[in-house]
């Protein structure tokens, strides 16, 4: 039989390790471990405390538990009570209700002469089993994460004696629309970003929808050139991103230019799945992934006080503005010597995608009833509200890659290519399960431009989409003979993204007919 207190250590790490089991496409177990550890030896310093205090150990494993579950629940009743009631985050009703249910769970207690023991075993099994069904959802993700078999080969090496070799820039602006969409749906007539574009000589794909509707996915494809057909039949059944996270960490465009003699430099996103550490120079990378602790700390208790030290919204939006900045001017800051080989330069930006954190002055939104998190299309809310916050977001995000952009392109004088490229659209009117109950055209528009040095842009086309962008790089600057292959889309589902529709034809039918709310 496990000791009477087993219970509330186990209860210690399982929240964190739910998170992470349930977030682990975007996180890396580094980010759990911290939390844990310090969620572990809390746990026991309190064990230590009650227990002097009550000289009871099974008395004292109720009192941390309940503790426990009060700290690291709260967000999860509020999230909840609001859906049920209707109310927003700042309401102070869910934090009342949760600490009446404390108040009265430490009475309970009180009251207890004595702990039966059968309640204690049921305690620790429970606990125990909890922990062992998140290891198994994590054992399952990593068993299937073959990194070997997901690889793309490099099949289509640029030719040998090549000299003078641009610098090539893959920039990903997350949930970008293209200008369609943009206009018909938004009520945006003028874009400062795609005006700026047009008059520096860039190509912009007026017609370009993504193949995908998720960044992985989208990424996973345009890195390798390829359509992601074979893993549809292996995984329709499962939701795991090891082999997405496979496919992009050793993609076939790096494999390409590396042999070409190219130096790799990418920028962290935040987002394991759009991660390249395996690049020569790796940039942002921190140990402390503070949006993530954020996250984990806005479900706790801690969220209910409105100190600023606790307001976790506000410290949201700051520390993905820093992510989001510090990305975009490390763009610009980017110093390549003249005598450097080649470089291939990629960054993930995570914006205009929702959480939308900067009014449209640039302000940031520190204080927000709908909270900070990372929903988009039918999990995010009000279509209305979506749309009005997208457009004023667009506009210091325009600014912001404006900058960058005239730096990249007045820097220096090495010859550079840039594909400047959403790998989905915005999702106001998208529903995640069912895509007869979306507006396809919105979700895969996208804003996709390129820039050559010699402005020769007859290999490029109006209906282009990612999968086909680096064939025609490669074919024009490297002599390669990479076929085009036919720009489709596909819908997957957010429970299960292996099961891919084609809705190529749907979406051309659709966009005409834009929905009038």
Known sequence: MLPAYCHSLFLSVYPILFFYAFNIDQMVFADAAIPMAVSFATAVLLLKLVQKACSNIDRSALYVSLFLVFFYYYGAFATLFGHVVDIDNLSALPTVLWFSAGIIGVVVIFRIKAVPPAFTAFLNFAAVVLLVLNLLIIGDYFWTSDTDKFAVAANHQPADNLTNLPDIYYLIVDGYA?????NNLYGIEKNELTDFLRKRNFYVASSSHSNYMQTSLSLSSSLNMTYLDHLSSEYQNQNTAAPLMSMVSNNAVMANLKAAGYKSIAFAS????????????YH????INR????ILLNSTVLAAFRFKMFDFVATQ???HDRLVTSVIDGLAGLEIPDDSPPVFV??????PHPPFIWKENGELKLEHPRGFHFADGNHWGSPQDYRREYVEQLVPVNRLLIKALSTILDKGNRKKVIILQA???PGSLMNWEDHNDSWLPERFSILNAYFFPDGDYSALYDEISPVNSFGVVFNKFFNSKIDRLPDKSFFSPWSFRYRFTEVTEMINQQVDNVPQH
């Open 178 to 182: 293209g200008e369609k969409v943009l």
């Open 270 to 281: 935040g987002y394991t799945t759009t991660e390249l550490e395996n690049a020569d120079d």
């Open 284 to 287: 942002g990378k921190t140990m």
């Open 291 to 294: 949006e993530v602790y954020h």
């Open 317 to 319: 939006v700051q520390a």
């Open 346 to 351: 990629f960054a993930h930006v995570p914006v």
């Open 423 to 425: 790998d989905h659209g």
